[in-house]
């Protein structure tokens, strides 16, 4: 399978499939007070969705209702007061 990857800052900036050992290689971009409402959006459009990782520092915008699928937020080494109202915060330390 491949894993479906969106970067948000004010939209959505990548939107890609890709097979699981291309993301030893894969750049991310943006950084800095994102918005995730577009990408979780647009995920929410998609009947397939069941899960999806947000991975932050915290210091983002995102959809106040509950999205249609499991959100896992995996702060890495971020804002220690991040407390989505929705979904699990699991912390990554790097």
Excluded: N
């Amino acid at each position: 399978g491949q894993v479906h990857i969106l970067q948000c800052d004010v939209g959505v900036t990548a939107d890609e499939w890709l097979d699981p050992a291309e993301l030893l290689s894969y750049k991310v971009t943006g950084f800095g007070g994102s918005d995730m409402s577009p990408g979780m959006d647009q995920l929410s459009e998609d009947p397939e969705v069941s899960a999806v990782l947000v991975l932050t520092d915290g210091y983002i915008t995102f959809p106040a209702e509950e999205p249609p699928y499991a959100v896992l937020w995996g702060l890495v080494d971020g804002w220690p007061d991040f407390r989505p109202t929705y979904g699990t915060v699991v912390h990554v330390k790097t």
